[in-house]
């Protein structure tokens, strides 16, 4: 059976017992469970915390598989999950969800047909709509009293979408409104009217996710970058009893961490809680990759 702590346990734990056609044990914070119950307490930074599971859910003998971060991060701190601490937080983000995870959950069966279908729909719509801010200039005699209004710089000459839609005061939604007519035909564009809330909705996320896109390119890409060079180097070696006090540019808890675990491979130390993508990055430029 599968076990699954809340609350990214049950995200994970519970679609894979669905398929796998396996029983599914919650494991919740004291008192969320409806029966009769057996708990465990433990020490946090500050204070303590209990969970609970049924007491009838697992019997002797049998094989449970925990799923739960906490297996590869540690248990030092299980309710302080900071932001910070996610792998490559800027390319997993809530507003791309959908195009990371509708497809895997699509082929395991949890997600439908026509909700496959709508977020195929949706970015391909994004990808012209980019595609379209990339080509397509605006004229400085057009645009200029927006930019005015919104405090940012005037034009001289004519400049594309996407750079003016990557100034921080600028709104993507508000600068189509200046695309010459003919444009949105031109480049497939097919954004949904406005005649509903969930047309509206539709049209924002679509928007809003080429507006991301263009933004913030440099960290987008940058992290990419990371995440593909970690990906290639994970098996690269650390020397044994290496004395990672005197890596510059580690922070103070990392060092302690590595120090703590002394991890034998780039991987390990990436899945050491409190060591975070940016430290690898370090590590691999010491170690001259």
Do not use: W
Request: charged share 30%; aromatic share 8%; proline share 4%.
């Amino acid at each position: 059976m599968i076990a699954g702590a809340e609350s990214r346990g049950f995200i994970f734990g519970a679609p894979l017992a669905y398929v796998m056609h396996k029983p599914f044990v919650p494991i919740r914070k004291k008192g969320k469970l409806p029966r009769e119950t057996v708990s465990v307490s433990y020490d946090l930074e500050y204070g303590s915390a209990e969970i609970e599971m049924h007491k009838d859910s697992i019997k002797p003998g049998q094989k449970v598989v925990l799923i739960d971060d906490l297996i590869t991060k540690g248990v030092d701190e299980p309710y302080r999950m900071f932001t910070s601490r996610a792998e490559y937080r800027i390319l997993l983000r809530q507003d791309n969800a959908d195009l990371r995870l509708t497809e895997k959950s699509y082929k395991i069966g949890l997600a439908s047909e026509e909700r496959f279908r709508l977020m195929t729909e949706k970015y391909e719509t994004v990808n012209d709509l980019a595609r379209m801010c990339d080509e397509v200039n605006l004229r400085a005699d057009v645009i200029n009293d927006y930019l005015s209004e919104s405090n940012s710089a005037t034009l001289s000459e004519s400049k594309r979408i996407s750079d003016l839609a990557s100034r921080p005061e600028i709104s993507l939604d508000e600068l189509l409104n200046f695309v010459p007519r003919g444009t949105f035909v031109k480049f497939s564009v097919d954004l949904p009217e406005v005649e509903d809330v969930g047309s509206s909705q539709r049209r924002k996320e679509i928007i809003d996710s080429v507006e991301i896109g263009v933004k913030y390119k440099g960290y987008i890409e940058r992290e990419k970058s990371i995440a593909e060079k970690i990906a290639r180097l994970e098996d690269l070696k650390i020397p044994q009893d290496f004395d990672f006090d005197k890596v510059s540019g580690l922070t103070i808890e990392c060092r302690q961490k590595l120090l703590r675990y002394k991890p034998t491979t780039i991987a390990q130390a990436s899945r050491i809680s409190g060591v975070s993508p940016a430290d690898i990055s370090v590590l691999l430029v010491y170690f001259g990759r």
